[in-house]
Structure formats: structure tokens, C-alpha cells
């Protein structure tokens, strides 16, 4: 049964909802790590490629909704999912559920952007009087970015659903009503305006910006050391080779040298990267190598590390690469999610037997 309300492409500042399609399947998949889904009331078991798939269609066809794939507008990478369900043009209401996103994408700017973009277009275009969003009660993740887009807790149904594992969830409510949509959309523009790119910025390194960098180098290649030891087995005077080799990357026009500043921090991450022949039996001649990407603890999980590789794809495509590779240590999940969920994808696995002692 088609949804009541038509298809359609809703675009922010940085994200974009289009209609979902069998083509983002498989980029959802790897985008989402198994137990995602634990708390929706029904979700995939086992947690497989094709289960997935399968429940995505059966969710696709359920009448009166209307699914989303969010898109990174940068890279073209999806980010994550969402829908408007239960669309009731007789009540003039509606859903916002069946939403989830890459882990390097919770607790950035992709979520108030996009229920920005959903509530907008419940309420100015197609003229509802109530929005709900509710959730299981044990997530009280999900609980807190609810309540920070301004929505009312309307309570909870105690005893609400049974999941298929024979739990008997709480299910908590939360709505916009059509007066109270002025003030929920100031409140989510201005929580736009405080996360990056508004706060933080990024741009072309200077020499000057080399001694902050200097100990960030120190500390990545000190975390993938520890990680595989007989892989990352960097010299004694790896600051100081780089205090070298950074500023010819900067004066190179094809490399890439960026950093990251957040206000009242000064340079809080950085990513450097160069052109490199490829082995001429390929087709591609050369690509472009992200060498590192760093941001500080502390600053992390405020998009800075995706604002860096953004950057750096837009560099790699104005000097004419035709493609960007990097390497990441086999333990650092971090890492391959934040880099998945910038439309990077696993290739070809690196296996290593070392023949000599470690120094």
C-alpha cells in the first residue's frame, strides 16, 4: 500500500533525507553494528546482511510510512535511517521513528538536522497538528536527545509491547504540537548553530600550526603502536622526521595539510595526506593517502574528524584524484566507523609475518 504522502528529498546544511531505496541496503548494513537495533520492538535475528535486507523491505511496505536514507551532502556517504510512520492525514498527525545512525555520526549535528528537516516538513508542509517521537524505556540515550530537541514528555504506556524475546517493554512518549513548533525549531537552530561546522572550523595548516601538531603525532603513533607493535613500529625520532616532512606538505599543492580549531582551544586535530603512484598494472595511476587523522580526546564526537576527511575529499577531487585510500590498525573500530560513515569501505585485508625481532 503506497504511503499518503508523496516522496519526497528534504535537504539541511550538511544532510540530506531522501526516499529509501533497495540501493542503500547494503550501505546501511555496514554502517550498522550488530545490537543497533536491540531496542526497536522488532528487529533482525540473527544479524545478518540478508536479515537486514528483509526487514527493511517488510518495514518499507508497511502502510503509511514514508523511509528516509540520510545522506552526508560532502561525501555523498549514508549516514543512517529514519521514517515517518503512522501518517494519519485525517488527524493531521504523525510518527518520527524507525531512525538510527553510524556510531561516528551519534551525538553530532546529524540528528537535530534531521529532525529539523522532518519536523519541518510535517508541520509547514503537509499541516500537522502533532508530531510523536517515542522510544523503549530503557533508552534513555535516545530519551535525552529526544528531550534536547524541546519535544513534551507526554509519559510512559507501562508494560506497553512485547518484544519478540518475551520482554514486556515500557514504551516512552514524547510529542510536538503545531503551536509548539516555532519555539522547538529555535531551539534545535540553535543547537545547529553551537556544533560544527558553527563552533569548529577547519582549514589549511601554516607552519605556524606545526608545534600544535607536533604532539598529536606523538600521541597517534604512541595509540597504533600499542595497538599491533610489529606493524607500527615507528623510529625513536618520528616528531622530529615529521617536523620535517609537514611543512613540505604544506607547500606541496597536491598534498593535503589540515587542522582543526575549536574556540578558546586553538587546534584541537589534524589530517595529513599525499598523491601516490599507484602499481602500474592498474588503471587508476594514482591516489590520494590519508596518512593520519587526529583529534584530541576530548574534542572528539563533535564531527571534527568528519570535517576533516570532508575536507580532504574536496582537496583529492580539485587536484584531479581519481581515488582515496588509507589504512587503519585492525583494532581501531573508531576509526573504521568514522571513515565508513564518510563513504569509505573495506578492500583488501593486510596480513603480516614478521621475520626479524622488534627493536
Keep these: 500500500m503506497p504511503s499518503p504522502w508523496p516522496?519526497?528529498?528534504?535537504?539541511?546544511?550538511?544532510?540530506?533525507?531522501?526516499?529509501?531505496?533497495?540501493?542503500?541496503?547494503?550501505?546501511?548494513?555496514?554502517?550498522?553494528?550488530?545490537?543497533?537495533?536491540?531496542?526497536?520492538?522488532?528487529?533482525?535475528?540473527?544479524?545478518?546482511?540478508?536479515?537486514?535486507?528483509?526487514?527493511?523491505?517488510?518495514?518499507?511496505?508497511?502502510?503509511?510510512?514514508?523511509?528516509?536514507?540520510?545522506?552526508?551532502?560532502?561525501?555523498?556517504?549514508?549516514?543512517?535511517?529514519?521514517?515517518?510512520?503512522?501518517?494519519?492525514?485525517?488527524?493531521?498527525?504523525?510518527?518520527?521513528?524507525?531512525?538510527?545512525?553510524?556510531?561516528?555520526s551519534r551525538g553530532t549535528r546529524v540528528n537535530p538536522e534531521c529532525k529539523l528537516l522532518l519536523l519541518r516538513h510535517a508541520f509547514e508542509a503537509m499541516g500537522c497538528e502533532r508530531v510523536t517521537i517515542k522510544c523503549d524505556g530503557r533508552n534513555l540515550v535516545s530519551q535525552r536527545a529526544i528531550a534536547a530537541l524541546g519535544a513534551v514528555r507526554e509519559g510512559t504506556l507501562r508494560r506497553h509491547r512485547r518484544q519478540p524475546d518475551g520482554f514486556h517493554r515500557d514504551t516512552v512518549y514524547f510529542s510536538v504540537i503545531a503551536e509548539e513548533w516555532p519555539r522547538v525549531r529555535e531551539t534545535i537552530r540553535r543547537r545547529l548553530a553551537a556544533k560544527p561546522g558553527g563552533a569548529l572550523s577547519v582549514r589549511r595548516a601554516a607552519d605556524a600550526d606545526i608545534p600544535a601538531v607536533l604532539p598529536m603525532v606523538r600521541s597517534i603513533c604512541e595509540l597504533h603502536r600499542a595497538m599491533d607493535p610489529d606493524r607500527f613500529g615507528f623510529r625513536e625520532d618520528i616528531v622530529e622526521r615529521y617536523a620535517r616532512w609537514l611543512p613540505e606538505r604544506i607547500r606541496d599543492r597536491r598534498s593535503v595539510f589540515l587542522v582543526a580549531e575549536a574556540p578558546g582551544a586553538g587546534v584541537v586535530g589534524y589530517l595529513v595526506g599525499t598523491v601516490e603512484p599507484e602499481v602500474p598494472i592498474y588503471w587508476i595511476p594514482e591516489s590520494g593517502w590519508i596518512h593520519d587523522v587526529w583529534v584530541e580526546p576530548e574534542h572528539r564526537k563533535s564531527g571534527a574528524a568528519r570535517a576533516l576527511v570532508h575536507a580532504a575529499t574536496t582537496h583529492f577531487r580539485e587536484v584531479g584524484v581519481g581515488r582515496i585510500r588509507l589504512e587503519t590498525a585492525w583494532a581501531n573500530e573508531a576509526a573504521r566507523a568514522v571513515f565508513a560513515s564518510c563513504g569509505f569501505r573495506p578492500s583488501t585485508v593486510e596480513m603480516l609475518m614478521p621475520l626479524t625481532e622488534r627493536r
Excluded at 549514508?78 to 493531521?92: C, E, H, Q, Y
Design 7 to 104: 516522496p519526497v528529498t528534504l535537504e539541511g546544511d550538511t544532510i540530506t533525507l531522501v526516499p529509501f531505496a533497495a540501493e542503500h541496503e547494503d550501505a546501511l548494513f555496514d554502517i550498522t553494528p550488530p545490537g543497533t537495533l536491540d531496542y526497536f520492538i522488532e528487529s533482525p535475528k540473527p544479524w545478518t546482511r540478508d536479515t537486514l535486507r528483509a526487514w527493511l523491505r517488510q518495514r518499507n511496505a508497511t502502510p503509511n510510512l514514508l523511509p528516509f536514507a540520510a545522506l552526508d551532502q560532502c561525501s555523498g556517504a549514508l549516514v543512517g535511517s529514519t521514517a515517518f510512520m503512522d501518517i494519519n492525514p485525517k488527524d493531521r498527525s504523525v510518527e518520527i521513528g524507525s531512525t538510527w545512525y553510524a556510531p561516528a
